[in-house]
């Protein structure tokens, strides 16, 4: 059920977030919030995800007040999985980024079932686009482009491989824009359902997309990987997309890796099957995103 | 001294393109991109060790017209130098 129904089939109305559970790919998160303020923009960014009141949770969430002794007048939130709190409180007036943040970091650190890519992951046509890049690369705007104009989004951050077949899980999450990025995607996606923008976090200003809801009510429909594309954004520079050999992509795959050094022989054998089934590029754009998004679409027209 | 592959150490290969060899190192965890040379010369010590000498006759007869030389000599003494060093051969008496 959507969010809404959920919320009233346990509390009768949400004034807070107790205990929902939400499915999101191969995950199930349960969260409890007592930030009263939270729960609209919960509503509003997460509407389209399978809610649900009493299901099996891989990660226990509470996001929760929490007041610092030396500064009781500034309210601070806790994240907390299970009775664990890996991070320091941090401002309440940016708990959807930390929520957001958190959630990665449960799956960055647990889910090691699979072979992990940092990477955007999009699918067209029952071909996977995989994008793997180093932050600021401009991946999470690359991604989220190609996302309204026709492709599926798996994910803007995880590329989730499955080493007993070689196919990619599902993992829409909202997409963190950053910064110029912003701007340039409200011109480029009017319509778009975008959250508040968040200044002067650690990675400057971040404002979320909520992904299309065709992809997230795929989102246990696995996919099969196709071109592996590295791409770079470079102020000014001429638009590329230049073929490269296998062994590169391997090695700058596997640098782009959350848990390759960690699972031994199956991220070996995962990462080469990945590389076997790809063709591979870099592909660099200065500023255009159009352009862009028509130049990586004719990998899944078949015009290259 | 004499060569061999690490004793009951597991290499797994993936060769894509021309001159570039990829090999994951099953004990280390390790992964090691490899030139042609050294690939051959962990098959040739596969089933057997052997000393510089006979290592160096070896790869002359896979060569045909390689002369061993005092810039080819030490290019062997530096390959086998840094297989030891990635832990994908030892000396025998080690």
Known sequence: ???????????????????????????????HSDLSEFTELIRRMYADYAWSVSEFADFHIDLVRHAHWLR???????????????????????????LEWGLNWCVATHAHHYLMLHAGVIEKNNQTLI????????????TAALCQRGWRLLSDEFGLVRPQDGLLAPFPRLIPLKNESIAVFRDFAPNAVMGP????????????????????????????????????????????????????????????SFNYDLIGL?????LANLIDTCDCYTFEYGGDLEQAVVQLNTLADDLI | MRWRIHNG????????????FVLFNAHSAQTHQLTPFAVDILSLLKDQSLDFAELSERLISIY???????????????TLSLLDDLGLIEPESR
């Not at chain 1, 500034?74 to 708990?95: E, L, N, Y």
């Not at chain 1, 994008?131 to 690359?142: D, E, I, N």
């Not at chain 1, 299309?212 to 592996?228: F, G």
């Not at chain 1, 001429?238 to 073929?243: E, S």
């Open chain 1, 131 to 142: 994008l793997p890049a180093w932050p600021g690369s401009g991946k999470s705007t690359l």
């Open chain 1, 197 to 256: 923008e968040y200044p002067k976090t650690r990675k400057g200003t971040v404002c979320h997309l909520r992904p299309p809801t065709d992809s997230i009510e795929r989102d246990q429909e696995l996919a099969k990987p196709r071109w592996i594309v590295f791409p770079e954004y470079r102020k000014g520079v001429a638009m590329n997309l230049c073929p490269i050999e296998k062994t590169q992509a391997f090695v700058m795959l596997s640098g782009h």
């Open chain 2, 64 to 78: 045909g017209d390689l002369e061993f030389d005092a810039e080819v000599t030490d290019y062997l003494h530096q």
């Open chain 2, 9 to 20: 150490r597991q290499h797994y290969w993936r060769h894509w393109d021309v001159e570039k």
């Open chain 1, 72 to 98: 009781p007048w500034q309210p601070q939130v806790q994240f907390f999985v299970g009775d664990k709190a890996p991070f320091q409180p941090f401002p309440r007036d940016t708990a959807l980024p930390f």
């Open chain 1, 1 to 31: 059920m959507k969010f809404a129904e959920a919320a009233h089939a346990v509390q009768r109305g949400y004034s807070c977030i107790n205990g929902l559970c939400f499915r999101i790919g191969p995950f199930h998160f349960r969260l």
């Open chain 1, 266 to 270: 199956r991220g070996f054998r995962a």
